[in-house]
């Protein structure tokens, strides 16, 4: 699902709010999850999952094309773990 079928869908299970309102909502859901975790937070919701960041160690890359080595630099990167409920129902 992208982002545009989660408004849709969430638009025809709420036909009493406007298109708008509903993407200003989702805008605001997934704003508000990256402010979080660019602040070094960690946003959990019950029973779906928790979003968090790793950190990532300044590493030798090799480019893909010419074999050339590469130097990447340390990072953070979003990371996503699953809820207790959510993997049982995947599982069913």
Same mark, same amino acid.
């Given at each position: 699902?992208? *982002?545009?079928?989660?408004?849709?869908?969430?638009?025809?299970?709420?036909?009493d709010?406007?298109?708008r309102?509903?993407?200003?909502?989702?805008?605001?859901?997934?704003?508000?999850?990256?402010?979080?975790?660019?602040?070094?937070? =960690?946003?959990?919701? =019950?029973?779906?999952?928790a979003?968090?960041? *790793?950190a *990532?160690d300044?590493r030798?890359?090799?480019?893909?094309?010419?074999g050339?080595l590469?130097?990447?630099?340390?990072? =953070?990167?979003?990371?996503?773990k699953?809820?207790k409920?959510?993997r049982?129902?995947?599982?069913?």
């Open positions: 699902m992208i *982002r545009s079928e989660l408004v849709q869908t969430l638009a025809a299970e709420n036909p709010l406007s298109l309102d509903i993407e200003a909502l989702v805008t605001t859901f997934f704003d508000e999850i990256i402010k979080r975790l660019a602040s070094g937070g =960690r946003v959990e919701l =019950r029973g779906f999952g979003f968090s960041t *790793r *990532r300044a030798t890359g090799r480019n893909p094309r010419t050339e590469v130097d990447v630099d340390a990072k =953070r990167v979003p990371y996503f699953p809820g409920e959510m049982a129902n995947l599982n069913v």
